[in-house]
């Protein structure tokens, strides 16, 4: 079982840059694929950005390519979106997701989420 806590939210104005972090509990961290996840108030939940189990391939939405940047470390059992040139429309709560096998469904592990809102 692995439990997600997402971290590093919070109110940046545009142009800005923040770094969000998943801090994981539990075993097997590293056999893990990783995302980070978006929702905007009266939107649907949409993918942000994957990492695979060693970090070998990334991938991105077209909204965010080439100006967000996920990682990992295995050994800190922690994944990071580096977030730079965000916009006003990168306002949303953000979650990051562990599965076995992409895409990760509900009852993948998710965690509470963190806010992000970006001013104008």
């Known amino acids: 079982q692995v439990q997600l806590v997402e971290s590093g939210g919070e109110c940046v104005q545009a142009g800005g840059s923040l770094r969000l972090s998943c801090a994981a509990s539990?075993?097997?961290?590293?056999?893990?694929?990783l995302g980070w996840f978006r929702q905007a108030p009266g939107k649907k939940r949409e993918f942000v950005a994957a990492i695979t189990w060693n970090g070998g391939n990334t991938g991105y939405a077209d909204s965010v390519k080439g100006r967000f940047t996920i990682s990992r470390e295995n050994a800190k059992n922690t994944v990071y979106l580096q977030m730079n040139d965000v916009k006003p429309e990168d306002t949303a709560i953000y979650y990051c997701?562990?599965?076995?096998?992409?895409?990760?469904?509900?009852?993948?592990?998710w965690g509470q989420g963190t806010q992000v809102t970006v001013s104008s």
């Open positions: 539990g075993r097997a961290f590293s056999s893990y694929a």
């Open positions: 997701a562990a599965t076995l096998e992409w895409p990760p469904t509900d009852e993948d592990h």
